[in-house]
């Protein structure tokens, strides 16, 4: 049994987002036209932050039918979004989707109040158009760190696979961010501790006595680490972030 949401809440969540993808780093408007007068296309779709039916991507059975389809636990996405949402549940959280649809909906909240002329992306000026550009691929690269620290200190481990992935999220970042040397080391820092606490946590299941109180002690250590660099991490992005009106 799936509790689908009902077609005024699908609208109502695509028209709080201004019908545009809520994925930070994606955007994508959900609507356009048919090539019939009379139509439209939408691309969009109501994801769930916690599935429709048992078993799906973030189920969560303490909900009741009617909270499954209210719009709280419903975001807007484009359909390669919401695919990629439901593909890894486990990095796309109920609680790192609802940071998505709160900054998608603030987002459009700030388009409203934007006086006109400036709100069309089209209408804004060259430079401003590419400052808005830069700042959005410097927030999108704020955000991927930040989910990166909050994954691993949420689940006290690296998982496989996961620090290549940060990576090759990351690869743009030094040019992005003009080849600061801070930023430079920052994502060097954090790509190698993520790197050594998984070989400690590969190695864990092999240790008995005091090797394996070593290597505890130095993933508490090293998860310390994670914890302070998540806390800081605002402060250390704020000014490239503090300056960027977000288009
Ligand atoms: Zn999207």
Known sequence: ??????IPVKEL??????????????????????DDPAGSINIGVAAHLTAASPGGPRFDSSLTPVQRVSPENGIWLCQS???LVDNDERRYTPAFLRDWKRQAEQRAADDLERPTGTTDPDGVPGDEKLRHELFDRRYAIYEKIGGFLADVIQRGRVEPGSDVEFLRQTKQAH????????????LDDIYEHAARLHALQAKEASLRGYALEVNIDKQTDIKKWFQDTSISLQYRFDKYLRQGVRR
Request: with cysteine; charged share 25%; proline share 12%.
């Open 1 to 6: 049994m799936r509790d689908d949401f009902p």
């Open 13 to 34: 969540l695509a028209k709080r987002v201004a019908y545009h993808c809520s994925n930070p780093g994606c955007r994508k408007p959900t609507s356009g036209p048919q």
């Open 81 to 83: 979004c919401a695919k």
């Open 175 to 186: 040019f992005l961010f003009g080849g600061d040397p801070e930023m430079k080391a920052l």
